[in-house]
């Protein structure tokens, strides 16, 4: 295929701004698909992403479109995620690409999702052409979106393209821009072969797919390859490109983007940002791969049943394939056997997780609360990345402990700036700045991670009315007050619970855990007493009252002694369980826990 007909762009936007829609219709337009196959949200292929109405994973697919010049073009598009959780997806796609679709709601305008996207572009040399979607909504300011994109991130004019991905309007002249605007690729086909893997998924009948973007060479069906930095050799079994459908192929050239099947089950064997080389003769040097990203919220997966420890390691492991962004490690928990602790980019991503696990790989898991990672300074002078509340060592000997912070930027119109103030006082923030942007205010927070992960986005939308947004972004470690929460079943602990708090915040979750627990742990036939301790005090207490059993119901009358017999052997045996009952609590409670 000739370099100059390709064109291999990203479509990148803050969430719900439209990219899906619009991928669909460019789909539509150049004819990958007709009318009859057609549905919303063609190329977010899992349940879970249709449900939730967001995509999750990275799509690629090729289409083909015959310009005005008579010329026919390749266009290899990518549609990525927009929620902040996944910014890892878009960064591994925009390396495959020479140019990205910037996408503005034209009734939201530029929100902090934009403004993070368009920098991640920049920082890939990237042609970012913005693109403003939902013309069509009645009553709305298109030259106040285009003002927005000109003035926060000095975007030209005559480059602004309005388009509705949902009706169709401005699909056309959208094409005919690309071709125009967006760069072709530039790869040498004589040079050995250099190649970028960009994403992988597992496949029970061809093994691990690899997802690749083709910079040097040609690679070829039957070939033996090499991954640079796993130093494995291989054979190319299969090559093909989506349409949005798999279509077998015999070669990728210098500037296309596609897939191989290399019969790989094993998935150690192959890394995202891989190179992949001619075995018998190799590029000089590998492409420089990732980032390595460091999980913000660390919690504990367990399966519910001890058996599922080996099925749920393998799902881990292949699940893992298309999401690096997933740290994990395996665990031992008192209350629940063999586990891992995994690590997330957010509390989204720990759902999303959890509930691909459990769908796709038929698990059944439990849990335990999220925290972040703390750094303790004990008094030897040693310093311990805590993960889980369980390492926590004895007061005494901790010198100091620090938490992650990270600096955070509210977009949002200036009437509701005192309430996004208040919020971020009350979740510990430190303010660092403000500014007029266009016609809203940017802040700045330095906020705790801890504080942040749970419902700060939500709670902002709310007090903004939809108008604010958030982004995000690591800023360091800061010395703070921290105890261990830990909640004790008849004077038992249940490590599941256990989290590290604020002790300004520690009598509040302990009674909010307490209370919860009591309303959901069923009764059982003797009395449960639940307990919330910090710092050796007890905090907060409840009891469960023992199920009622009725012994003596089938005594009709006689003599008084007979029902008492039947009385004291019950109190007896209530005793005895008591001592070695084990209390059942219902996954609900679990996730209540989470949800606190």
């Known amino acids: 295929m000739d370099q100059a007909h390709i064109r291999n762009f990203s479509i990148i936007a803050h969430i719900d701004h439209g990219k899906s829609t619009l991928a669909d219709r460019l789909l539509l337009f150049a004819g990958a698909i007709d009318e009859r196959k057609f549905k919303n949200q063609l190329l977010d292929d899992m349940d879970l992403e249709r449900e939730r109405g967001i995509t999750i994973k990275a799509s690629a697919v090729r289409l083909e479109y015959k310009a005005d010049d008579g010329e026919k073009y390749i266009f290899n598009l990518i549609d990525t995620p927009g929620h902040v959780d996944f910014s890892y997806e878009v960064e591994k796609s925009l390396r495959a690409c020479e140019g990205a679709l910037l996408v503005v709601d034209v009734t939201q305008g530029v929100e902090s999702q934009t403004v993070a996207n368009n920098f991640l572009a920049i920082e ?17 300011d298109i030259d106040h979106a285009k003002l927005q994109l000109m003035e926060i991130l000095k975007f030209n004019d005559e480059h602004i393209q309005s388009v509705s991905a949902k009706e169709g309007i401005g699909i056309k002249e959208l094409f005919e821009k690309i071709v125009k605007f967006m760069p072709a690729p530039e790869g040498d086909l004589e040079a050995p072969l250099k190649v970028l893997i960009f994403d992988m998924k597992y496949d029970i009948y061809k093994g691990i797919i690899i997802y690749v973007r083709v910079f040097d060479g040609c690679l070829k069906a039957g070939m033996g390859i090499r991954m640079m930095n ?72 367990y399966p519910v049943n001890s058996k599922d420890f080996m099925s749920l390691r393998e799902a881990i492991a292949k699940l893992r394939l298309s999401d690096p962004s997933l740290v994990y490690e395996p665990e031992t928990s008192q209350s629940f056997g063999h586990g891992f602790r995994c690590g997330f980019l957010g509390l989204l991503h720990m759902e999303i997780v959890q509930e691909r696990l459990q769908r796709e790989y038929n698990l059944n898991l439990v849990l335990t609360t999220p ?123 249940c490590d599941a619970f256990s989290c590290l708090v604020h002790k300004d915040h520690a009598y509040n979750k302990g009674l909010a855990l307490v209370t919860k627990l009591k ?23 409840a009891r469960v009252k023992s199920a009622g059993k009725n012994v003596t119901a089938k005594c009709y009358g006689g003599d008084i002694s007979r029902k008492r017999k039947l009385w004291e052997r019950q109190k007896e045996g209530k005793k005895r369980l008591k001592q070695i009952g084990n209390v059942e609590i219902p996954q609900e409670a679990f996730s209540a826990a989470l949800k606190l």
Not at 127 to 139: F, R, S, T
Not at 285 to 297: A, C, I, K, S
Not at 382 to 400: F, G, M, R
């Open 124 to 140: 890939n040399n990237l042609e970012i052409l913005p693109v403003i979607n939902k013309i069509d909504i009645a009553n709305i």
């Open 230 to 301: 796993m130093e494995k050799n291989h054979k190319v079994e299969e090559i093909g490109v989506f349409t949005p459908e798999a279509v077998q192929g015999k070669e990728l050239s210098a500037g296309e983007v596609g897939y191989i099947t290399c019969n790989i089950h094993e998935p150690t064997e192959v890394r995202v940002g891989d190179t992949i080389t001619d075995s018998a003769r190799m590029a000089e040097e590998p492409f420089e791969g990732y980032r390595t990203l460091n999980p913000l919220v660390f919690c504990g997966i």
């Open 519 to 541: 309303e959901l742990i069923p009764q059982q036939l003797f009395e449960v007493r639940v307990q919330a301790t910090c710092d050796g005090r007890i905090i907060s207490s």
């Open 371 to 493: 925290n972040v990672q703390y750094k303790v300074y004990t008094k030897k002078e040693d310093v311990i990345d805590l993960e889980c509340p369980a390492q926590l060592p004895d007061v005494s000997s901790i010198s100091k402990i620090e938490e992650p912070f990270l600096t955070v930027t509210i977009l949002t119109p200036v009437q509701y700036m005192d309430g996004v103030m208040e919020l971020a006082k009350r979740k510990r923030g430190i303010f660092v700045s403000s500014e007029f942007v266009s016609d809203r205010m940017r802040i700045l927070f330095d906020v705790p991670l801890s504080e942040v992960i749970v419902d700060f986005n939500d709670v902002v939308k709310s007090i903004t009315r939809g108008y604010g947004s958030i982004d995000y972004k690591f800023k360091g470690y800061l010395e703070t007050n921290i105890s261990r929460l830990d909640i004790l079943i008849n004077d038992k602990m």
